[in-house]
């Protein structure tokens, strides 16, 4: 349909999430920032919001957006619980959510423009605009042609990279076409296996 997509992401999203009256987690305080009590002992102090590395960190982050995105009349889709979308009169928009990394999608920029704002305002968040890169694949997109490529060249590179093959040649076949594979040429026992 030819829909505009755009991305953003929510800044420090796990700082956003807070815990539950039933969660009790406590935690020392930071070199540099202790406070002491009126005795002069160090406290430990009660998190009242969730922290990267916190175990519940992921879920109580999920749980703010989603009452977030309910509040704001999108619903959850019950195939997948990381995918939201909302009618509005004849316009549609459908978001996909990742952590932080969110895409939307819709029959109006302008409502995708206005629904982004909203979350904004709510929580920090950066537009990465119309969508270019997502979790680490290339999107490069022809609108005119309405076609849509996926390329993950620079993960291919980085692996080819680790295993020191970054300075390997492409061939069109995929052994060179004058290796003859002889039976004869298979090893024989088990020393030959392991060695080659």
Request: glycine letters at 6%; proline letters at 6%; aromatic letters at 10%.
């Amino acid at each position: 349909h030819d829909w505009p997509i755009d991305v953003f992401d929510f800044n420090s999203a796990f700082l956003n999430g807070e815990l539950g009256p039933s969660e009790e987690l406590y935690m020392q305080q930071p070199p540099g920032f202790e406070k002491v009590s009126d005795t002069g002992r160090p406290m430990v102090l009660r998190l009242r919001k969730a922290l990267y590395g916190l175990k519940q960190g992921g879920r109580t982050w999920y749980e703010t957006v989603r009452r977030l995105l309910e509040e704001e009349k999108f619903q959850r889709a019950e195939a997948d619980h990381a995918v939201f979308f909302l009618r509005d009169g004849p316009h549609f928009l459908a978001l996909a959510i990742h952590v932080d990394d969110c895409t939307m999608t819709g029959t109006s920029q302008a409502l995708i423009d206005d629904y982004r704002d909203r979350f904004h305002r709510r929580y920090s968040l950066t537009n990465l605009g119309p969508i270019s890169w997502l979790l680490g694949i290339e999107i490069a997109r022809d609108r005119g042609a309405r076609t849509i490529a996926l390329s993950q060249r620079n993960y291919i590179d980085s692996v080819l990279e680790k295993f020191k093959l970054d300075d390997a040649h492409p061939l069109l076949v995929p052994k060179h076409p004058n290796l003859s594979l002889l039976r004869n040429k298979s090893p024989s026992n088990p020393h030959e296996v392991a060695r080659m």
